[in-house]
């Protein structure tokens, strides 16, 4: 069973930073794509960075480029995402979602992944 746990989020102010953790565990796949996705209140979930874990190959929303930066240790089975120059309009729940890179093909489509965390609350002050 693939379980993922995020952990990192909190408030902070418009510019400042904070990195997300994704510790995946319970996969057999040979290459996974985790994704981080968000979801604001009234709002689709959508989705923010991917990464395919086996290759390196990163895939961002058009929103956070410059910004955010996906990465990975492969020895402790976790994926980041590194969040610079806040806005509030990135004020969302963050999920981490996991599937076999044949499933997810590093898609930010939500709709492709199976396997998701809890999620963990990211709010930016203007």
């Known amino acids: 069973q693939v379980q993922l746990v995020e952990s990192g989020g909190g408030s902070v102010q418009a510019g400042g930073s904070l990195r997300l953790s994704c510790a995946v565990s319970?996969?057999?796949?040979?290459?996974?794509?985790v994704g981080w996705f968000r979801q604001a209140p009234g709002k689709e979930r959508e989705g923010v960075a991917v990464?395919?874990?086996?290759?390196?190959?990163?895939y961002y929303a058009d929103s956070v480029k410059g910004r955010f930066t996906i990465s990975q240790d492969n020895a402790k089975n976790t994926v980041y995402l590194q969040m610079n120059s806040l806005k509030p309009e990135d004020t969302a729940m963050y999920y981490c979602?996991?599937?076999?890179?044949?499933?997810?093909?590093?898609?930010?489509?939500?709709?492709?992944?199976?396997?998701w965390g809890q999620g963990t609350q990211v709010t930016v002050s203007s």
């Open positions: 979602a996991a599937d076999s890179s044949a499933v997810a093909a590093i898609s930010l489509r939500p709709e492709d992944y199976r396997y």
């Open positions: 319970g996969y057999t796949y040979s290459s996974v794509c």
């Open positions: 990464v395919e874990t086996s290759g390196g190959s990163t």
